[in-house]
Every structure is written in C-alpha cells, then in structure tokens.
C-alpha cells in the first residue's frame, strides 16, 4: 500500500524483528512487492536475519500453500484479508484502516496499524494466548466457507439434467 512507503513500511519491518527477537522458534515468510520502493527498504532492514525468507512474488498456488503451513499472516493488502480466513488463519492488517471491515467486524482479522509495538504486541497475543489465537482462527468467515465452488457445481448439474 502506498500508504505504508517511507516510515511506516520501516516500522513494519522494525515491528517484524522484534516479534523473531522475542520469539526465537519464529520464522517469516516476506513475498517481496516488485516495486523498488518496497523492495529495498524491506531487503536492506530485513535481508540479512537468519529467520527471515524474503521471496520473490509467489504465484496463487504458493501463496495459498504458504498461507496453509503458517501460523497467522501479517499483511496491508486486501486480498490477503479475505483468503486467510478460508484457510484458518488469524490476520493482522498492518494498516490504519481497511476496505475489509466486515472482518475485523466477523473476528478473523484484527486492525494493527503500522506502529512496531502495536505489531509486536498483537503477534504476541497470537503466538502466546492459545485461545485467543483459537477465537480468531474459528472465527466465521464474512467471506464465504469455501463450498461455494461446490455449491455452484450442484447447481449446474442439477440444470444440466433431463
């Protein structure tokens, strides 16, 4: 988001470091946006951690197989706000605001901002109150259960026959 360049994206990573000082079992998974304005400042800050992936884009499948082996996904874009919650996984929207209010409204995200100790402290949450991270995990998903496909394909079926 281009809300985030400059400082706020350098808070983000100062907020990624301390959630992996804090917890040493951590690792992170960071698909890197093309654009040098977000490229450089995230590699420069974050590039040299022995716990920190930095990736190049990931294609759909591996974003969805990456989002399903993580414990929770930090992230500023939308899509992300909405495909999460598919898989079980607690979101914590690094922005100020969200175009996706209905899941911060449903439980399955939360609205963190871009201060490092607000990210700090909302990781911390997940990754040290079980039930919390539980709470938000199962939380319904104002987005669809993911049958949706299926639902469709009885439909058509049900059509299609004589």
Do not use: M
């Not at 654009?35 to 590039?47: A, D, K, M, S």
């Not at 989002?67 to 929770?72: E, S, T």
């Not at 690094?94 to 990210?119: D, W």
């Amino acid at each position: 988001r281009r809300e985030n360049w400059g400082s706020p994206l350098e808070a983000i990573a100062e907020g990624f470091l301390q959630i992996l000082a804090k917890f040493p079992d951590t690792a992170l998974v960071l698909p890197l946006h093309r654009n040098p304005t977000v490229r450089e400042p995230l590699q420069r800050i974050l590039g040299n951690h022995d716990r920190i992936f930095l990736t190049e884009p990931l294609d759909y499948a591996q974003l969805v197989g990456a989002i399903a082996a993580c414990h929770f996904v930090l992230t500023d874009s939308g899509g992300l706000q909405e495909e999460a919650p598919s898989l079980g996984k607690p979101v914590l929207v690094l922005r100020e605001t969200t175009e996706r209010p209905e899941a911060i409204a449903a439980g399955t995200a939360r609205l963190v901002g871009t201060e490092s100790h607000s990210i700090l402290n909302a990781a911390s949450e997940l990754l040290s109150q079980p039930n919390l991270y539980q709470r938000i995990a199962t939380a319904i998903n104002p987005f669809g259960d993911g049958h949706a496909s299926e639902r469709i394909l009885e439909q058509v079926i049900r059509f299609l026959k004589p």
